[in-house]
Every structure is written in structure tokens, then in C-alpha cells.
């Protein structure tokens, strides 16, 4: 009976090491970007086979970028990045693709910071609580 009790709670704790996988974004595989040809695919085209962009260029509406991104997480740690794409697509003034290509951007670790932001105004014990509030309440006058 231990023994079986040993196995059951070695099974448990195995299973709880196994990772969480995440996917966010759009995450495009390399045959759909085959199919977009340089100034013979339209927006329509890129929609078509790409799907909504995740974000558009603040500065110029002809830049589309697709970002994926998959994550694993391992019990209470944070979530760690495993794979991620950013797709930038640049259409011309008539709307035909001018250019599609992988951003290669290195990831910076940046830590999380698990401190809380102090706010400033009145901490006020129990004790000054219960006094400030004795002279709040006035009794009920001219009942019978």
C-alpha cells in the first residue's frame, strides 16, 4: 500500500513539472509567405492568405507587421519565450506588395520587478480609526 502511495504521489509531481505551451499572435509558417510574390500580390492577397496584421505602422499605414509568439510555462515561474516571429510586409502607393521579410530582433531579458509602487496620503492605525469616528454619528433627536 506505501509503495502504491509513493508511485501515485511520484506520478503527481511529475506531472506538475510539465510545461504550459502558449501561442499568441499570428505565428506564419513559410509556406504562406511563399505564397505572397513581390508586386504581384495585393492587400487583398495578404489577407487572403495571411490573415489581419497584428499591428499596423504608427507612421505609415503601408507597413503591416505579423507577430507571433509561443511560450512555455513551468509551474509558478514566469512564462520564457521559446519561439517568436515578427513578419514586416511593406505594400507601394497602389497597394501592391513592395517587400516581405522576417525582422530579426534579439530579445532583451528585461527581469520583472515583483516591488509595489508607494502611494502617499493618510496611514492611519485601528486604533485613530475608531476615534475619528465617535464624533461623526449624532444621535436621533425628537423622537418619542
Not at 499570428?26 to 496584421?53: A, F, Y
Not at 512555455?72 to 501592391?96: L, S
Not at 520587478?113 to 444621535?139: A, C, D, I, S, Y
Request: aromatic share 6%; charged share 20%; proline share 6%.
Amino acid at each position: 500500500m506505501k509503495k502504491a502511495l509513493l508511485l501515485c504521489s511520484i506520478l503527481v509531481s511529475l506531472g506538475a513539472c510539465t510545461p504550459m505551451v502558449a501561442q499568441r499572435g499570428n505565428m506564419l509558417e513559410n509556406h504562406q509567405m511563399q505564397q505572397i510574390v513581390p508586386l504581384e500580390s495585393t492587400r487583398s492577397d495578404v489577407l487572403r492568405n495571411l490573415g489581419s496584421p497584428t499591428s499596423k505602422s504608427t507612421f505609415n499605414p503601408n507597413v503591416w507587421y505579423y507577430i507571433g509568439q509561443k511560450t512555455e510555462k513551468r509551474g509558478i515561474f514566469d512564462p520564457e519565450v521559446v519561439e517568436e516571429r515578427i513578419v514586416m510586409v511593406a505594400f507601394n502607393e497602389e497597394g501592391y506588395v513592395e517587400t516581405i521579410q522576417d525582422i530579426d530582433r534579439e530579445r532583451m531579458n528585461i527581469p520583472y520587478v515583483r516591488e509595489k509602487t508607494p502611494t502617499h496620503g493618510n496611514e492611519t492605525t485601528v486604533m485613530q480609526q475608531f476615534l475619528g469616528n465617535l464624533g461623526k454619528f449624532n444621535p436621533q433627536t425628537g423622537q418619542n
